[in-house]
C-alpha cells in the first residue's frame, strides 16, 4: 500500500541519518582518544559507549516473547447427531438384568429394613406341609432375587412343618441352591414352627415390616400390623387391605 510504503522509507532514511551522525562522532572521539590520553576523554567515551548501547537496544526492532499456540478445539457437533457421537463417556459395565433387578428390589421394598418370607409356594415348588415331608425344591427363578433382597434388609425365611425331617429338606435344599453363600441370608434365619398361629406370632415377634405369604387367613390377621404385605396367590382383585400386594408369584412381582 503507498502509505505503508512512504513510512518504512521515512523509518530507513531516518536510520541512516543517526547511523552517519554516530559514525562522525565515533571518528573525532577516536581521534580526541589518540591526542589527548587524558582521564576526562576516557570517561567521556565510556559514556559515549553507554549512550550508544542504549540507543542501539531502544531502536532494534521488539521481537516479543513466543507465544504458544492454541489449543485445537474439536468441530461442532452437528444438530440430531446420535448420543453415541455427542457423548464419549463409558457405558456402565455389568450385568444389565441384575441392575435392573437391584433397582426394582430398592424400589418395591420401598425403605423395609425386615422382611420375613414363607417357604412353601413362594421358595419351594412344593405347596402343602406334606409334600415337604419327602422332599424340598427351590425354584430357581428365585434364588438370583432373594441374594438381591437380603442385600437390601434382614431376610428371614419361615415354614411351618410336620416333623424334624421336613426342617432338614428345607435347610438341604436351600444350601444346594447357594442361598448361603454370601452370609446375607443364614440358617439361623430359617425358622420353623408346628402350627399357622406359630407363623404370625414369628412375624409379629420379628417386628417385620414387609411379610411375604401365600395363606390369605395369616395375611389377613397381619395387616394391622405389618408396615406392607405381598400376598402370592393367582387370584385377582379382592377384598384386600391397601398394605397389601397381590402378585401371582414373587418374582413377577419384582420383575
Same mark, same amino acid.
Given at each position: ?23 562522525? &562522532? ?5 581521534? #580526541? ?8 576523554? %576516557? ?16 531502536? $532494534?526492532?521488539?521481537? =516479543? &516473547? ?27 459395565? =455389568? ?14 421394598? /420401598?425403605?423395609? $429394613? ?6 412353601? =409356594? ?16 427351590? $425354584? ?5 432375587? %432373594?441374594?438381591?433382597?437380603? $442385600?437390601? !434388609? ?13 426342617? *432338614? ?14 452370609? =446375607? %441370608? ?6 420353623? !414352627? +408346628? ?5 404370625? /406370632? ?21 395387616? &394391622?400390623?405389618?408396615? !406392607? ?6 387370584? *385377582?382383585?379382592?377384598? #384386600? ?7 401371582? +408369584?414373587? *418374582?413377577?412381582?419384582? /420383575?
Amino acid at each position: 500500500m503507498p502509505g505503508l510504503a512512504a513510512e518504512q522509507d521515512a523509518a530507513v532514511s531516518l536510520v541512516r541519518r543517526v547511523a552517519r551522525a554516530l559514525n562522525r &562522532r565515533v571518528t573525532d572521539i577516536v581521534a #580526541l582518544l589518540f591526542n589527548h590520553k587524558s582521564a576526562g576523554s %576516557l570517561g567521556a567515551v565510556a559514556g559515549f559507549a553507554i549512550a550508544v548501547v542504549f540507543a542501539w537496544r531502544f531502536m $532494534r526492532p521488539s521481537q =516479543g &516473547r513466543p507465544r504458544r499456540p492454541a489449543p485445537k478445539r474439536p468441530p461442532p457437533t452437528p444438530a440430531g447427531a446420535p448420543e453415541s457421537i455427542v457423548s464419549d463417556a463409558p457405558e456402565p459395565v =455389568g450385568d444389565s438384568g441384575k441392575q435392573v433387578t437391584r433397582h426394582i428390589v430398592a424400589k418395591r421394598l /420401598s425403605g423395609c $429394613r425386615k422382611v420375613t418370607c414363607r417357604l412353601l =409356594g413362594v421358595i419351594f415348588e412344593e405347596k402343602t406341609p406334606e409334600e415337604l415331608q419327602k422332599h424340598a425344591t427351590v $425354584r430357581p427363578s428365585v434364588v438370583e432375587l %432373594l441374594l438381591e433382597i437380603s $442385600r437390601h !434388609c434382614d431376610l428371614y425365611l419361615m415354614e411351618t412343618v410336620l416333623d424334624d425331617n421336613s426342617e *432338614e429338606n428345607a435347610l438341604s435344599a436351600l444350601e444346594s441352591a447357594g442361598l448361603f453363600r454370601t452370609g =446375607g %441370608l443364614m440358617k439361623e434365619k430359617v425358622l420353623f !414352627c +408346628s402350627t399357622e398361629v406359630g407363623r404370625t /406370632s414369628f412375624v409379629r415377634q420379628l417386628e417385620a415390616d414387609f411379610h411375604i405369604d401365600s395363606s390369605l387367613d395369616i395375611v389377613s390377621q397381619l395387616s &394391622r400390623f405389618i408396615r !406392607c404385605q405381598l400376598f402370592i396367590s393367582s387370584m *385377582e382383585g379382592g377384598q #384386600l387391605a391397601a398394605n397389601i400386594f397381590n402378585s401371582p +408369584s414373587l *418374582e413377577k412381582f419384582f /420383575s
